[in-house]
């Protein structure tokens, strides 16, 4: 299927940036609001990293891990009211594990893979289905739906987004050093920026929001004032 395909069969709303700027957030918000499908790429890249690390491939084993993306046993089954989704890799519930600081680095180490990119690319794009999709990662915009009538880089300085990710992992309980989440944020940020496939950056025609001080209300309401902008009369 070609982005431009699935855009014109739903609209896409993309919206890309780094990891802590608060896509994940805004994009379930923007979803359960307007009622359209939700692709979260980033789970996708997760899933692929701990099938590798689970299976004990070595990570520059670049076939060996495309065809554990190729064939992602993944399930996402929807929580009762108030909970969060479950995933289940392999028949085995890996929810607690998925947003761990570990995995994220496992996803960022498959993510610059391009036959994994390649294997995951069509999955991404048949998530494009009516009434529309709100598609969150790092080349929603550049790469799989470069058709996107709406697309928004998000982001925060890495001071704020390590903050942000300080206090959550406290408020679990987790024993956990800001100096250290900040340094693995900027590590992160570098690499993914500085790939040669599908850096992290900003579509040509995207929006740029910098939501450092804002609280998710305030990004909301931007991003869907450019909704109702770009979107009237699809």
């Known amino acids: 299927?070609?982005?431009?395909?699935?855009?014109?069969?739903?609209?896409?709303?993309?919206?890309?940036?780094?990891?802590?700027?608060?896509?994940?957030?805004?994009?379930?918000?923007?979803?359960?609001?307007?009622?359209?499908?939700?692709?979260?790429?980033?789970?996708?890249?997760?899933?692929?990293?701990?099938?590798?690390?689970?299976?004990?491939?070595?990570?520059?084993?670049?076939?060996?891990?495309?065809?554990?993306?190729?064939?992602?046993?993944?399930?996402?089954?929807?929580?009762?009211?108030?909970?969060?989704?479950?995933?289940?890799l392999e028949g085995e519930d890996v929810s607690g594990d998925l947003r761990t600081e570990v995995t994220g680095m496992l996803a960022s180490k498959v993510a610059v893979l391009p036959a994994v990119r390649s294997a995951l690319l069509g999955r991404q794009r048949d998530f494009a289905k009516a009434p529309g999709l709100v598609a969150d990662g790092r080349d929603m915009g550049t790469?799989?739906?470069?058709?996107?009538?709406?697309?928004?880089?998000?982001?925060?300085?890495?001071?704020?987004?390590?903050?942000?990710?300080?206090?959550?992992?406290?408020?679990?309980?987790?024993?956990?050093?800001?100096?250290?989440?900040?340094?693995?944020?900027?590590?992160?940020?570098?690499?993914?920026?500085e790939r040669e496939l599908a850096p992290l950056k900003p579509a040509d025609d995207a929006v740029h929001i910098d939501s450092s001080g804002l609280g998710i209300d305030e990004v909301f309401n931007r991003v869907l004032a450019e909704v109702s902008a770009r979107l009237v009369g699809s």
């Open 1 to 88: 299927m070609s982005d431009s395909i699935a855009v014109l069969a739903a609209p896409v709303i993309a919206i890309d940036g780094p990891s802590g700027s608060g896509k994940g957030t805004l994009c379930q918000k923007l979803a359960r609001h307007l009622g359209w499908h939700l692709l979260d790429s980033g789970a996708l890249y997760r899933l692929v990293g701990m099938a590798a690390d689970k299976h004990g491939c070595a990570f520059d084993d670049e076939a060996a891990i495309a065809i554990l993306a190729a064939n992602l046993d993944v399930e996402f089954v929807a929580g009762e009211p108030g909970e969060p989704t479950r995933v289940l």
């Open 143 to 193: 790469v799989v739906f470069t058709s996107a009538p709406v697309k928004i880089f998000l982001t925060a300085s890495a001071e704020e987004r390590a903050e942000r990710r300080y206090m959550q992992l406290k408020s679990k309980g987790d024993d956990v050093n800001l100096a250290t989440l900040l340094g693995e944020i900027r590590a992160r940020d570098k690499r993914d920026s």
